[in-house]
């Protein structure tokens, strides 16, 4: 008898996560050549990556835009997100863990876990994605693949459950021994294939070791594995597979494995490990979405009614792609779908396969793929596509909040239309870029994630669009927060100009949010909290709701400059009503000047955003460079030395750091580098300015 498996079981969509220079493009690249989707190996210092297509990444040499390719090994097929590394692009990241079921995270053998790695962990942990971890350049100077292991376990705290042993230490870095079916592999120089061969004699005692503990680590944390550990005190290859697919799916643990992208050396095992532990689409459990205010499931199934979410937009010479994960159903070439947010029907022109810049046409797309659509024009990124029939709103990925804006205009004023055109291309495409209007000079101010940001961004619309642009120098999102606040602020509001009148009598507390309040965050970055104390219906809940929108609307410019206020709770502790004049908008206006009232009257703290940066530099520069953190009111908070080199990590106001890489790389003599990642805001010193 014939059984039929499902085709959803070998497909893996999975991204390649790590911090700037860890080596992910060259995994990915190394990924593609290994599995035959490219016949010659892309390298990022040449120019010539597969994924990295855009001129600005192959000049910068680094990851700019998350790209996707599809490739197959081994009967699966992996749909790969090669995501970008620097933090200034984090957004793209989230968009992309938005639609995926697994990740592999790289991390440099060397350095192990450095601040942006930190942060693309815990942007998957949020998203509930499992993940394999890829100590990279294990052939590089100072490599220790315990020294790695031991800083993701201390840093990132999951369960490493490393099933490798490197054979050779950095130039001598030629194999792996496979722990699980305890076997080496073993590249020789100039070798595409691994060589399998016995364990070496001097590696058996150390391998049975490692072994054991892998055993050990494995049997205390999955049932069946233990009962067989107590049964036989050993456990076979197949159980010990299977435990470790369980407990990556479940997040566990985490598989360990090392190489060399750079060399070609262990990529074959990743791409087991890939096919072996991580989650296929029917892994995962089903889409959840809402329809008319009631939740919904969608199973990964091809017969089921279409749903899918738009992660990506991208604006090309031939045409809009709208890069789509179909959770359910099926999309063919000529269809007619449903976008719920825009709430109209688009047309499915052509589906794509990707290859990063290529593209391979379909006649349809099933539950499961990761594909570009041509020929919608009004989906976003966080847009959902589903069945007519059967409408669906899927949770979008989340947008973080430009901190870093410039001011932006035409040098010629024939080209101002131009740019509009230009920037609301920008926006279409990274949502993390915004454009707005300062209502006091005129000027087009262009906000995003940080300097670098800001730099592609401005460069896109002088080499893709043609326009010569002038830059003003860059500013930061200031925020206002509560001091000291008020307690019982009477805000009485009164309005009657022939027929209905308006009336709305609130009292309010207001107070700052504690951070231990809101379980998260900083008391900063706590945002907002409302509640209501009011006995005996004096306010009725539903204009208790309208004060509470009102408020919001008040946090939009606070008193000290006119920034979003965050950070505080309003409390409503008593009110009156009028039975004819009282209303939902009379007390919502209420709010509105109520709470904006008493903030003028508490006393307010210009926050600023602040980053953690760290610098890596010849131990001979630290004096100078601790002299110009200082300058730049840095407060160090940790210093070590890694490889030979000295590493300092410090909090500085991101304000201060407007053209810190040139001046770093001349107290350093250029061999100095840095990395910064968001923190969240401090309370900022009053001489500060305060830019609208």
């Not at 968009?95 to 998957?124: N, T, Y």
């Not at 306010?539 to 505080?568: I, K, N, S, Y």
Request: with cysteine; hydrophobic share 40%.
């Amino acid at each position: 008898m014939r059984t039929h498996t499902n085709p959803l079981t070998t497909v893996r969509n999975l991204g390649i996560l790590a911090h700037v220079d860890a080596g992910k493009t060259t995994v990915t690249e190394r990924i593609l050549y290994t599995t035959g989707t490219t016949y010659k190996r892309g390298e990022v210092h040449d120019g010539t990556t597969v994924t990295d297509f855009d001129p600005q990444e192959r000049d910068r040499g680094i990851t700019i835009f998350a790209a996707a390719v599809s490739c197959s090994w081994d009967g699966h097929r992996i749909n790969l997100i090669d995501t970008p590394g620097h933090v200034d692009f984090a957004d793209e990241v989230e968009r992309s863990l938005r639609v995926l079921d697994g990740a592999v995270a790289v991390f440099d053998a060397v350095a192990g876990v450095e601040p942006q790695s930190e942060s693309v962990w815990r942007q998957a942990d949020r998203h509930g994605v499992p993940r394999i971890a890829f100590v990279n350049k294990m052939d590089r100077a100072g490599a220790d693949l315990d020294t790695a292991v031991a800083s993701i376990r201390e840093r990132l705290h999951p369960v490493p459950l490393v099933v490798q042993l490197p054979i050779g230490t950095e130039d001598g870095f030629t194999g792996v021994v496979d722990l699980v079916r305890m076997r080496a592999l073993v590249w020789a120089d100039g070798a595409e294939r691994a060589e399998e061969r016995p364990v070496p004699d001097a590696l058996r005692e150390e391998a049975a070791r490692r072994r054991r503990l892998l055993e050990e680590a494995v049997a205390e944390r999955h049932p069946a594995a233990l009962e067989e550990f107590c049964d036989r005190e050993t456990l076979t290859a197949a159980t010990l597979t299977a435990a470790l697919r369980d407990l990556t799916r479940t997040g566990d643990g985490v598989v360990v494995l090392c190489g060399s992208a750079y060399r070609n050396r262990g990529v074959e095992p990743l791409l087991d490990a890939v096919a072996a532990y991580l989650p296929s689409p029917l892994d995962v459990p089903p889409v959840r979405g809402t329809h008319d205010g009631a939740d919904q499931e969608r199973p990964a199934d091809p017969a089921a009614p279409m749903a899918a979410l738009a992660f990506k937009v991208n604006a090309t010479p031939t045409g809009r792609l709208t890069y789509l994960r179909v959770y359910s159903g099926t999309i063919e070439k000529g269809d007619t779908v449903w976008d719920a947010g825009t709430r109209r029907s688009e047309r499915v022109g052509r589906i794509l396969r990707v290859r990063a810049d290529r593209h391979d046409p379909l006649e349809r797309a099933v539950a499961g793929d990761i594909v570009a659509v041509v020929g919608l024009k009004s989906a976003r990124a966080g847009s959902t596509l589903c069945a007519p029939g059967a409408p669906l709103v899927l949770e979008p990925p989340g947008v973080a909040e430009p901190v870093v804006h410039v001011a932006v205009e035409a040098r010629r004023s024939t080209d101002t239309d131009r740019l509009a055109t230009a920037l609301a291309r920008l926006t279409e495409e990274d949502p993390s870029l915004a454009v707005r209007t300062d209502p006091e000079t005129g000027q087009t101010v262009l906000s995003g994630m940080g300097e670098l940001h800001l730099e592609v961004a401005v460069e896109r619309v002088r080499r893709e669009h043609g326009i010569e642009v002038s830059v003003g120098r860059p500013g930061v999102a200031y925020r206002e927060t509560v001091g000291e606040g008020v307690t019982g602020y009477v805000h009485r509001h009164v309005k009657q100009d022939g027929g209905a009148g308006q009336f709305a009598h609130i009292v309010l507390d207001v107070e700052p949010w504690e951070a231990d309040e809101a379980g998260h965050g900083d008391a900063a970055g706590g945002g907002f909290a409302f509640r209501s104390t009011v006995v005996g219906g004096r306010v009725p809940q539903e204009f208790v709701r309208a004060v509470e929108a009102g408020c919001r609307d008040a946090l939009a410019e606070g008193p000290l400059g006119g920034h979003p206020v965050t950070g505080l709770r309003v409390t409503l502790t008593d009110g009156q009503t009028h039975v004819k004049d009282s209303s939902d908008t009379a007390f919502r206006t209420a709010g509105r000047f109520g709470l904006r009232d008493a903030l003028r009257a508490s006393a307010m703290v210009l926050l600023e955003p602040v980053v953690e940066v760290t610098v890596t530099m010849p131990e001979d520069a630290v004096g100078g460079v601790l002299g110009d953190l200082a300058a730049r009111r840095g407060r160090v908070t940790g210093s070590d030395t890694r490889g030979g080199a000295a590493v300092v990590t410090a909090t500085v106001p991101l304000a201060e750091l407007f053209g810190y890489a040139t001046r770093l790389r001349s107290r350093t003599q250029g061999r100095g580098t840095f990395t910064a990642r968001p923190t969240g805001y401090a309370p900022a010193p009053t001489a500060v300015t305060q830019p609208r």
